[in-house]
């Protein structure tokens, strides 16, 4: 068994991290003895911390990058030879290939620059980068993107917004929402960000949810992992994570197909959505009609469809108001 599967968990320091992230890929990558209880710790490492994932990917990457561009070169028997190395001389090779890989593709580096995005109120706009990623923003969104040969950073400064990563171990793709940061772990989800709320919902894949910034010296950080039909709500002070169905989530993203399905929400809830596509903004004029629940599938932009609706079904008065319709019992 790998001496590694014994070890004690790896310290919180970043250059901690990668050391330790580098002696799991020499042992693994170096040692004709790895067994399934050594998958199994490293499995185990893995699921302690993000920070634990992105640094192994990031060098696993890097490493076999490199490995495949010295057997191109004919350097295939300097690297048998390196099964014969100790341990830490396996480590120490990890830690320098990967550097020079790193140095190498400096040179070819974009100027990290960000590049804004964004949609009026009621907008819908598709963005599809070079590394096979797309990003769709809904109505009212400003989104700023930095897509390098390094770094996949967007900033989601107001709106919402569906993603299709993707996936690339080695340059993980991040989105950062005010105090809190979402990683990528090769995966489609939509994240939605409000006035003192975050909203991430996972249709495929994983994500990590985390806090950053003034958020985590204010109290201890939360983090949750995210899986398919997961729904987390962050707060300034908490994430709390649901379950949703398939059709749940479905209907969440018929902003993508210009239209808003009800199922029992309350009147309060829908007016609430109709008002984020439109300027002319409902208003609900007492607490018994905005109990109502209502059901059914309307188009983004027509306002006047889900006020015929309600008239009929509810029998509510309907009455304009300068920018506002005003609606009551």
């Known amino acids: 068994m790998s001496n590694l599967a014994t070890g004690n968990k790896s310290p919180a320091g970043a250059k901690d991290i990668q050391l330790r992230a580098a002696e799991w890929i020499a042992e693994r990558h170096e040692s004709g003895e790895w067994t399934n209880e050594d998958q199994a710790a490293l499995d185990a490492w893995l699921a302690e911390s993000p920070a634990h994932l992105l ?35 396996k480590i120490a090779a990890v830690l320098a290939a990967v550097a020079i890989l790193g140095l190498a593709s400096a040179n070819y580096a974009l100027v990290p ?45 107001k709106g919402e917004a569906y993603f299709q990563v993707k996936h690339d171990p080695a340059h993980p793709f991040i989105v950062m929402a005010g105090d809190h940061r979402v990683t990528d772990l090769g995966t489609k989800f939509t994240v939605r960000r409000e006035t003192g709320r975050l909203q991430v919902a996972v249709m495929q894949g994983r994500v990590w949810l985390d806090e950053t910034g003034k958020a985590q010296k204010s109290h201890t950080p939360q ?31 018929s902003w993508r197909h210009g239209v808003l399905v009800f199922k029992y929400a309350t009147l309060a809830d829908a007016v609430a959505e109709f008002n984020r596509y439109n300027r002319e903004q409902l208003v609900i004029a007492d607490p018994g009609a905005a109990k109502l629940t209502i059901v059914g599938t309307f188009p983004t932009n027509q306002v006047d469809a889900f006020i015929d609706a309600a008239q009929t079904i509810f029998g509510l008065k309907v009455k304009p108001r300068g920018n506002e319709i005003v609606i009551s019992r």
């Open 223 to 253: 983090t949750a992992m995210l899986t398919p039909g997961d729904f987390a709500t962050a707060t300034p002070d908490s994430i709390s994570v649901t379950r949703k169905s398939q059709a749940q989530l479905a209907g969440s993203l």
């Open 55 to 89: 640094a192994y990917w990031r060098l696993d990457a890097a490493w076999n990058r490199t490995h495949t561009l010295a057997e191109a070169r004919g350097a295939a028997s300097e690297s048998r030879a390196r099964l014969r190395l100790p341990l830490f001389l």
């Open 113 to 157: 620059h960000d590049r804004v995005y964004s949609t009026p109120v009621g907008g819908h706009e598709t963005v599809s980068f070079a590394d096979g990623s797309r990003i769709e923003l809904n109505t009212d969104t400003v989104l700023r993107a930095r897509m390098t040969t390094d770094q996949r950073i967007v900033w989601l400064d």
